[in-house]
């Protein structure tokens, strides 16, 4: 008989005004009561709608009924067999937008907890594999992969368990990505990536830090060393700016850069040496899932945090969850705002910025309604650090230094949609680096289809 309650169980979680003081996970995941109940909420569907909005097709309903069963090894086998990263996309997934979209259960009360449960059972997997397995050693040829983030490391994996033998070479001092260097503590632990980079060094994976490919080597390079593919999986790192006046003040950061001090350059430690700026009165740019988590971390420094949009809350880009944990942890937000210029002390720090007010007109090309300037509403709050999180774009050193490879007008490396097969013989892309700034679960499984495509290829 299945579970009828139109509620999800809820996730324990830390109380917001103690997590907004430390960098430790957020939401604790289910107990194995909790999963077990929130399983028995599935119908099981036969048309598994749910599947249709899983962007790498896992099955969700067999799952859910191992998992209902407390049979957790065979629901980790099941979520296996599509996705590589299952401890970390059931922390990140955008679900309310794909698969539990879908769920018939959201008819009438809220959807089954896909990503909740995919948690569980990826968790209580890792928590008993102390080791990761043994593999014998890869003796096939040899592929190159450019960039360690979920694109990258899908691919490898993949291609390691193929027999391939696969360097990864990591332009950052740590591999991981975005899942290192972006995504902070409180929402994704580093000792969950550090697990996946592991299993895949168990593999027989080589991963090469510090190596900035266009700059260290290029990719033809890679050929001439005697690589036979090469798949990149760069990421879009390049942030953008508003170009406003006062932007190359003291105190103004990128987000990526904010992120990366605090998750990379360990400034979240109170006895780091990291230069941040830690307590001040800070405004972040911008509503996306970014914009939250720089916020956030900016709050779990001591400052007074302000996000400031130029749309209103209904369209805010950031996942909804994120949205909510962002006002119960004491978030300001000025909507319907936009900064036109930052003025700085004599020293050249940050000192306050000046804003209007807009209000919404008809949709632009995005679908979203088109914020446009009230004249005479301009003000100036005082503010100590700006943190711009108004999007990135794939940086173009790899395109510049390699011939043949071409992209589009964004950036975006110009790929075959079924393959990954860019315009330049035996290279591979996926990711970020090809879309834009999109999701985890879409660069692994862009990823894992450029592992396929490169199997054939070398075949
Ligand atoms: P990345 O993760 O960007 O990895 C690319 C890697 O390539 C990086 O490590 C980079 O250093 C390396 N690299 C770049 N150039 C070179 C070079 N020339 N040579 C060698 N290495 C190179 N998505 C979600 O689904 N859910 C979320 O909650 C979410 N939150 C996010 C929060 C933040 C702060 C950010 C920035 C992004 C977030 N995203 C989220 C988006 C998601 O993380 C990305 O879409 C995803 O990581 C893209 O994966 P990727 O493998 O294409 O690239
Ligand atoms: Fe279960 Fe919802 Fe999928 Fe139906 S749509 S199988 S109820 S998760």
Redesign the pocket.
């Known amino acids: 008989m299945p579970n009828m309650s139109l509620k999800k169980n809820e996730m324990p979680a830390q109380e917001p005004n103690i997590r907004n003081k430390n960098f430790y996970e957020v939401t604790l995941g289910y107990t194995e009561e909790l999963a077990v109940s929130e399983a028995q909420r599935c119908l099981n569907c036969k048309h598994k709608p749910c599947v249709n909005g899983c962007p790498v097709k896992i099955d969700i309903p067999a799952f859910i009924k191992k998992t209902a069963e407390g049979d957790f090894d065979g629901a980790y086998d099941i979520i296996t067999e599509s996705s590589s990263l299952p401890a970390i996309c059931g922390r990140?997934?955008?679900q309310e937008t794909q698969c539990e979209k879908n769920c018939v259960r959201a008819i009438k009360g809220e959807a089954v907890g896909i990503g909740r449960l995919e948690r569980f059972v990826a968790d209580t997997h890792n928590a008993k594999a102390e080791k990761p397995a043994e593999f014998p050693k890869p003796t096939g040829e040899r592929v190159a992969v450019?960039?360690?983030?979920?694109?990258?490391l899908a691919c490898a994996s993949d291609l390691a368990r193929a027999g391939f033998r696969v360097t990864v070479?990591?332009?950052?001092h740590t591999a991981?990505?975005?899942?290192s260097?972006?995504?902070p503590e409180f929402?994704l632990p580093k000792s969950i990536v550090k697990k996946e980079i592991d299993g895949l060094m168990a593999m027989g994976v080589e991963i090469v830090t510090n190596?900035?490919?266009?700059k260290s080597l290029s990719v033809d390079d890679l050929f001439d060393d005697g690589f036979k593919a090469v798949f990149i999986?760069?990421?879009?790192?390049l942030p953008n700016f508003m170009g406003i006046k006062g932007e190359n003040l003291k105190g103004v950061y990128s987000?990526?850069e904010f992120?990366t001090r605090i998750n990379l350059m360990k400034a979240y430690k109170a006895d780091s040496s990291t230069p941040i700026q830690r307590g001040m009165k800070t405004a972040v740019i911008g509503g996306g899932?970014?914009a939250m988590?720089a916020a956030r971390c900016a709050k779990r420094l001591g400052a007074d945090v302000t996000i400031v949009y130029r749309r209103t809350e209904k369209e805010l880009p950031a996942?909804l969850e994120e949205v909510e944990h962002a006002h119960e942890e004491g978030i300001n937000f000025a909507f319907l705002t936009s900064p036109i210029e930052i003025e700085g002390t004599e020293d050249g720090w940050v000192k306050s910025m000046k804003c209007q007010k807009m209000e919404l007109s008809e949709p632009d090309a995005s679908g979203r309604a088109r914020p446009v300037p009230i004249e005479g509403s301009e003000y100036e709050i005082p503010v100590d650090c700006v943190i711009m999180s108004i999007g990135?774009s794939p940086?173009p050193?790899?395109k510049s230094t390699t011939n043949g490879l071409e992209v589009n007008k964004r950036g975006g490396i110009i790929v075959n949609e079924e393959t990954g097969e860019t315009t330049k013989k035996g290279v591979y892309a996926?990711?970020?680096?090809v879309t834009g700034?999109?999701?985890?679960?879409?660069?692994m499984g862009a990823?894992k289809t450029a592992a396929q495509a490169i199997k054939d290829y070398l075949k």
């Open positions: 990140v997934c955008p450019v960039g360690s983030g979920p694109s990258g070479f990591e332009a950052l991981g990505g975005v899942l260097y972006g995504i929402r190596a900035v490919i266009g999986g760069s990421g879009a790192g987000a990526n992120l899932n970014v988590d996942r990135t940086n050193l790899i996926g990711g970020d680096a700034a999109a999701t985890v679960i879409l660069a990823g």
